[in-house]
Nanobody
Framework: AQLVESGGGLVQPGGSLRLSCAAS????????MRWYRQAPGKERELVAV????????NYADSVKGRFTISRDNAKNTVYLQMNSLKPEDTAVYYC???????WGQGTQVTVSS
């Protein structure tokens, strides 16, 4: 099983980014997927979760109303649309699948003017 994130970068406050996480090596459509993030000097925190059928989603309070998690089971990919970005959103973002305990390599998001 493998997860590969992409889409990070440098963005100004108030801007947007969309992260992607491509999965392989397992039946992607059967499992919930998660996005985590880790800022320098802080613990890794759960950002968003999406159920296998994309009906159920859940978000950290800090990103509710700004971030949207989605998935395309035909493409084995989970997304994180991030709008109205703030400097405190700066972190390495990881996708995670709990059944197999698989982490991606992470993608850096930096929000700065």
């Amino acid at each position: 099983a493998q997860l590969v994130e992409s889409g990070g970068g440098l963005v100004q406050p108030g801007g947007s980014l969309r992260l992607s996480c491509a999965a392989s090596g397992f039946t992607f459509s059967h499992y919930a997927m998660r996005w985590y993030r880790q800022a320098p000097g802080k613990e890794r925190e759960l950002v968003a979760v999406i159920g296998s059928d994309a009906i159920i989603t859940n978000y950290a309070d800090s990103v509710k109303g700004r971030f949207t998690i989605s998935r395309d089971n035909a493409k084995n990919t989970v997304y994180l649309q991030m709008n109205s970005l703030k400097p405190e959103d700066t972190a390495v973002y990881y996708c995670y699948e709990a059944r197999f305990g698989v982490w991606g390599q992470g993608t850096q998001v930096t929000v700065s003017s």
